[in-house]
């Protein structure tokens, strides 16, 4: 028995010593979200790129933010997409991820086939769906709707019955849901599915109208886990260069891009992508440059309801800094 147990522990030992290290399979994880982030990355996405000391990049890409949460949570992606908010809740809850860049700047819009409703005072009195209670797009339209002098909660029946992106979509294509707050690439979606279905309004530009330049609407981020940015500061920071690129060359060539769209499964066919590529405000956000936007924006849902980020504001320690190496 005991040379039977000497033999199994010597023949692992033997099996891991033969191991090349320098023909160890290394990777970096990064979990996006099949919509903007996705297009965002499609270049990344289609090329993998090898990065300082042979690494490669892997993309898993999901439906839904919770999907990402859960893998965050997990701690298993070295990268990871999510909206803003939800990357400061994480980050107050102790999770191990920083807010790296933004790379999508505001998607939702109001859509429906009642298009007597292009206006807040037009919209008192209906039904309107919104996914998730509590999360993005929800928010977001309660916050406007009260900017524009009304109230939420009685000047609107709010409809939470469709609980993801997807779910929401269909049933404002199906005319189901009358009116719903849907984002990119959703709105195309939707569109091709039923041409009676209109985009309404803008949300987007809704909250331009009411912050002006001084708050961007900050709603997308890609997160950097902690412990991989201190151990590989070179290659965040390279990766991020990559992304810089990988989002400058959709938005310059959005015919070759809506190709790997629709090959990588983001969205089913190439003129969708075209389409949804100018209303999915691609573009890399730097975290020094825009830092005091972003904070500005998170403050907005956190006077609206603490809870969203997590009880607290973020510290300093949530914002990317390049780490001297």
Not at 87 to 94: D, F, H, P, R, S
Not at 136 to 148: I, W
Not at 182 to 191: A, F, G, K, T, Y
Not at 211 to 220: E, H, K, M, V
Request: proline fraction near 6%; charge should be neutral.
């Amino acid at each position: 028995m005991k040379f039977l147990k000497f033999l199994i522990v010597f023949t692992l030992f033997l099996s891991a010593s033969c191991q090349s290290p320098g023909k160890e399979k290394k990777t970096i994880l990064t979990a996006t979200l099949k919509g903007p982030s996705a297009m965002a990355m499609i270049s990344m996405i289609e090329h993998k790129p090898s990065l300082g000391a042979g690494y490669t990049t892997v993309f898993e890409i999901r439906n839904e933010p919770n999907q990402v949460k859960a893998m965050i949570m997990e701690g298993t992606p070295d990268f990871a997409v999510v909206p803003t908010t939800m990357a400061a809740l994480l980050y107050n809850k102790g999770q191990d991820y920083i807010l790296a860049t933004i790379p999508v700047w505001g998607t939702l819009y109001l859509f429906g086939s009642d298009t007597s409703c292009h206006s807040w005072e037009n919209l008192k009195g209906h039904r309107i769906s919104l996914m998730a209670k509590g999360n993005t797009p929800d928010v977001l339209f309660r916050f406007l709707a009260k900017a524009n002098g009304l109230d939420p909660e009685n000047d609107f029946d709010l409809d939470y019955s469709f609980p993801g992106h997807i779910e929401l979509a269909n049933a404002i294509a199906s005319e189901l849901s009358p009116l719903g707050v849907i984002s990119e690439p959703m709105v195309s979606l939707v569109e091709k599915k039923n041409p009676k279905v209109k985009p309404l309004m803008d949300l987007n530009k809704e909250w331009e109208k009411h912050f002006g330049d001084s708050i961007p609407l900050a709603q997308t981020a890609l997160l950097v886990k902690k412990d991989f940015l201190t151990t590989h500061p070179q290659l965040v920071e390279e990766y991020l260069k990559i992304l810089e690129v990988s989002i400058d060359w959709v938005n310059k060539n959005p015919s070759e891009a809506a190709a790997l769209i629709k090959k990588h499964d983001v969205l089913p066919d190439s003129a969708l992508a075209v389409a949804s590529i100018p209303r999915s405000n691609l573009k890399f956000g730097s975290i020094i440059q825009e830092k005091s936007g972003i904070q500005e924006y998170l403050k907005v849902f956190y006077t609206f309801n603490p809870l969203i980020i997590g009880g607290k504001m973020p510290d300093e320690e949530f914002y990317y800094k390049k780490q001297a190496h």
